[in-house]
T-cell receptor, first 114, second 107 residues
Framework: DTAVSQTPKYLVTQMGNDKSIKCEQN?????MYWYKQDSKKFLKIMFS???????INETVPNRFSPKSPDKAHLNLHINSLELGDSAVYFC?????????????FGQGTRLTVV | GQQVMQIPQYQHVQEGEDFTTYCNSS?????IQWYKQRPGGHPVFLIQ?????EVKKQKRLTFQFGEAKKNSSLHITATQTTDVGTYFC???????FGTGTKLQVIP
């Protein structure tokens, strides 16, 4: 059983399109995250949800909209895709307590905008 | 905002040599975590350090948290080809990740 699964693994799309990436965790964690990893491998947090509530919203264009239908799912919808959105997007989850924030990552979604 | 820098950015070592990466934060950290990302893979949790001056070992890996809780290090003794990857430190609640150190091991 995969603990954190995200789909699709690869996504190639044209500029201007709208796309979604789905993420599900079966660990019973309260907190889920989206990260963007660029070509230089820098990992930047985009969003964090705790029990379906948005708790972190970094400086991300509002073309990116997270949606958490329940605490096991955190999807990422991207409108009007741009070339600069090309990156690997990771979903992760953790218990989210102050002293235990071990994060479990999904396999990543490699988004290529052409 | 909090910034976490890591040095070096890249390191090539001969198999069997030691390797160290350093993580420096602009602010005091309540805890710090370390992750390893293999090429083409996803970050995998290695360890969390909480106490000032804490030292933890995992086989050939030694992790240290500075006395002021603003820096940390990961030392690998006698590297092996399986150690290849990028090593990241992360601040509390995994909000801020370090810039990463990419390790290449030459057999």
């Amino acid at each position: 059983d995969t603990a954190v699964s995200q789909t699709p693994k690869y996504l190639v799309t044209q500029m201007g399109n709208d796309k979604s990436i789905k993420c599900e965790q079966n660990l019973g964690h309260d907190t889920m995250y989206w990260y963007k990893q660029d070509s230089k491998k820098f990992l930047k947090i985009m969003f964090s949800y705790n029990n379906k509530e948005l708790i972190i919203n970094e400086t991300v264009p509002n073309r990116f909209s997270p949606k958490s239908p329940d605490k096991a799912h955190l999807n990422l919808h991207i409108n009007s895709l741009e070339l600069g959105d090309s990156a690997v997007y990771f979903c992760a989850s953790s218990q989210g307590t102050v002293m235990n924030t071990e994060a479990f990552f999904g396999q990543g979604t490699r988004l290529t905008v052409v | 905002g909090q910034q976490v820098m890591q040095i070096p950015q890249y390191q090539h070592v001969q198999e069997g040599e030691d390797f160290t990466t350093y993580c420096n934060s602009s602010t005091t950290l309540s805890n710090i975590q370390w992750y390893k990302q293999r090429p083409g893979g996803h970050p995998v949790f290695l360890i969390q350090l909480v106490k000032s001056g804490e030292v933890k070992k995992q086989k050939r890996l030694t992790f240290q948290f500075g006395e002021a809780k603003k820096n940390s290090s990961l030392h690998i003794t006698a590297t092996q080809t399986t150690d290849v990857g990028t090593y990241f430190c992360a601040g509390p609640r995994v909000v801020t990740f370090g810039t990463g150190t990419k390790l290449q091991v030459i057999p």
